[in-house]
């Protein structure tokens, strides 16, 4: 079945290490995106791409980093400088930039101990 | 910047009403707005996307309409079902970017 694909659904990490959160998507979409969601609130932009080799910074990128190596991976990397990381991340994926259908992941929940 | 609000936060009707969701936004230069759904603990599925040339879109009991001059979306869905309970969120879409709303939480009693 054609999805994207979120791993790992939970996450536990110490204060100071780096995690990265793995999305995949084989629907052969040019655009992916993360976002963040903290409760009562809406999704927060953290990085996008429109192709490979090349990604933005959405609205609250600082502590984060990201790749894009391959159309169908856009892996997430939560740095230690990201001060409050706890959060559930969502990954989304369209065919046709933000202006299309975009289509998300479950989602992957981080908690920082 | 894009500001989206929700409203109610939250709202709980008997099986069968007929349900009125609002979103409204500041910035009425959008391209599209969507509509999703989400269950407790899982992603954000696609409802409805509504273009901005557009004044209303259907999908079965779903309907939303879009009054872009008033920076303003309805999701209506018609006959609700205990199925239908979870939080529905909009997202308007301006430069490329999509802004979302903290969405509605609905629960329908049986």
């Known amino acids: 079945d054609g999805g994207i694909t979120q791993s790992p659904k939970y996450l536990f990490r110490k204060e100071g290490q780096n995690v990265t959160l793995s999305c995949e998507q084989n629907?052969?979409?040019?655009?992916m995106y993360w976002y963040r969601q903290d409760p009562g609130q809406g999704l927060r932009l953290i990085y996008y791409?429109?192709?490979?080799?090349?990604?933005q910074k959405g609205d609250i990128a600082e502590g984060y980093s990201v790749s894009r190596e391959k159309k169908e991976s856009f892996p997430l990397t939560v740095t230690s400088a990201q001060k409050n990381p706890t959060a559930f991340y969502l990954c989304?994926?369209?065919?046709?930039?933000?202006?299309?259908?975009?289509?998300f992941g479950e989602g992957s929940r981080l908690t920082v101990l | 910047k894009q500001e989206v609000t929700q409203i109610p936060a939250a709202l709980s009707v008997p099986e069968g009403e007929n349900l009125v969701l609002n979103c409204s936004f500041t910035?009425?230069?959008?391209?599209?707005l969507q509509w999703f759904r989400q269950d407790p603990g899982k992603g954000l599925t696609s409802l409805l996307l509504i273009q901005s040339s557009q004044r209303e879109q259907t999908s079965g009991r779903l309907n939303a309409s879009l009054d872009k001059s008033s920076g303003r979306s309805t999701l209506y869905i018609a006959a609700s079902q205990p199925g239908d309970s979870a939080t529905y969120l909009c997202?308007?879409?301006?430069?490329?970017?999509?802004?979302f709303g903290a969405g509605t939480t609905v629960t329908v009693r049986a």
């Open positions: 910035d009425s230069a959008i391209y599209n």
């Open positions: 989304a994926s369209s065919i046709e930039g933000a202006t299309g259908e975009l289509f």
């Open positions: 791409s429109q192709i490979v080799n090349d990604f």
């Open positions: 997202a308007p879409c301006n430069d490329y970017k999509l802004s």
């Open positions: 629907l052969n979409h040019d655009a």
